[in-house]
């Protein structure tokens, strides 16, 4: 006789084990619902907040790619620039190109007669213009003796008066424009004499104590020698060690003593890295500070543990009949490891690597303890010279107190998120490319 689910209902007044266990299922799917739900919500509050953070930078970073400049007609008077007619570079170099700049200026405004109003009028324009017209002259010597329609940088207020962050309807004293000079920028404004332009200074120069004169070109360029310096260290030591590890080293208390620190050191502060590296590098080796190669050493410290653990999963998901079949085709341990499991190990050790140059990217603390937080104006051109890097800049630019410093923080922020974001981009891109599914 075959039974009904009605036979089941129930037995002597009790529920069946079949309406017990339905009872059960559909509070599981209830119950795996609500997880669900409750992980969607989760990611999409998390994203939410990213948006908003991401936003936050953008809106106050994107007119940093921005700089207001005004246009002067500047005479490159020969008796200014070159009073004993030398002829030569040197003569050129040391001229009063500031001279210059304030004779356009008056002769643009001859009302500005007071030494008040002269100040006022002189502070229109930045204090690094003067370089950028002896570069101008250096460049082209041609130049002397001609009067010449130059855009020049405005100073930092001024700029922010245009890009509308400085409130012009409040008492004068409560801002750093003065009426005099609204009203000359208002002049300026309608013959179209001033206007925001591309800030290719910001990608271009080095750190400046002038906002509109700072960039991160040298900031970058730390960051690059110490990334370079630091994969160069760390990907091959990483990568013989996890092989030494996981393919040649005996299994005993030595080894899980080593396996269970880097796992350890994986998880320790990075600013430990950067006492050690003061300690180690900088007060007994007695290597200079705030260079890009006491900086790759420190990271490659810290980097280490994590190429290591990455390098030995990829050697992990190498199927042993790989290893078997070389072995059994007559090839030593060590020719099945490097010729056969290291080719095919290599992409997710590769990923391992640039995940951790990305995390080594961002760092500020340890580098801050080996003094890479000095103010560095030139541009380094080797490991040895002075350099910071561009999370340092952003810190030293974050605890500035002009407030063009605020937007230059925030566009220096959204550079180095690019650079991450392509960074994980590799490894993701080469994960997928080269991953081999057994």
Not at 210 to 224: C, F, M, N, Q, T
Request: aromatic share 8%.
């Amino acid at each position: 006789m075959s039974s009904s689910p009605e036979n089941h209902t129930k037995v002597q007044g009790k529920l069946s084990t079949f309406d017990i266990v339905q009872k059960t299922l559909a509070k599981r799917r209830a119950d795996e619902s609500r997880f669900r739900f409750y992980g969607i919500a989760s990611i999409v509050v998390g994203l939410g907040f990213l948006l908003v953070l991401f936003a936050n930078i953008t809106g106050k970073g994107y007119s940093a790619f921005l700089q207001t400049q005004i246009e002067l007609e500047i005479n490159f008077d020969p008796a200014v620039l070159d009073p004993e007619n030398t002829g030569n570079q040197e003569a050129l170099s040391k001229a009063d190109y500031n001279g210059l700049i304030k004779i356009a200026l008056q002769k643009s405004f001859p009302e500005a007669t007071s030494r008040v109003d002269k100040k006022g009028l002189y502070s229109l324009v930045s204090s690094g213009a003067s370089y950028q017209l002896r570069n101008l002259v250096i460049n082209d010597n041609s130049l002397v003796g001609k009067t010449v329609k130059v855009w020049l940088p405005t100073s930092d207020d001024i700029d922010m008066l245009l890009k509308g962050n400085v409130d012009r309807n409040v008492e004068q004293g409560e801002r750093r424009v003065n009426d005099r000079q609204l009203v000359w920028i208002d002049r300026l404004v309608a013959e179209n004499r001033i206007e925001k332009q591309f800030n290719s200074a910001f990608f271009t120069a080095g750190d400046s104590r002038e906002p509109e004169l700072a960039g991160i070109r040298g900031a970058v360029i730390g960051s690059l020698f110490t990334l370079v310096g630091t994969f160069f260290l760390s990907f091959p030591i990483g990568v013989a060690t996890a092989v030494y590890l996981e393919e040649f080293a005996p299994i005993n208390k030595w080894t899980d003593l080593i396996e269970v620190n880097i796992n350890n050191l994986a998880a320790v502060p990075s600013i430990v890295f950067g006492l050690l590296g003061l300690a180690m590098f900088i007060n007994f080796f007695g290597l200079p500070r705030s260079t890009p190669i006491v900086g790759c050493l420190v990271l490659t410290l810290m980097t280490l543990p994590t190429i290591i653990i990455a390098s030995r999963a990829s050697l992990k998901s190498v199927p042993p009949s790989i290893r078997e079949a070389a072995l059994g085709m007559g090839a030593s341990p060590l020719q099945t490891v490097l010729h056969h499991v290291l080719p095919l190990a290599m992409p997710g050790m590769l990923t391992g690597a640039i995940i951790g140059m990305s995390r080594a990217l961002g760092e500020t603390a340890p580098l801050l303890m080996i003094g890479m937080v000095a103010f560095i104006v030139n541009i380094p051109s080797s490991f040895t010279e002075p350099a910071t890097v561009l999370p340092v800049q952003i810190y030293l630019w974050a605890d500035s107190p002009e407030r063009a410093f605020v937007e230059r923080t925030s566009a220096a922020i959204m550079v180095l998120l690019v650079f991450l974001i392509l960074m994980n981009g590799l490894a993701v891109f080469l994960r997928k490319r080269y991953e081999r599914r057994w």
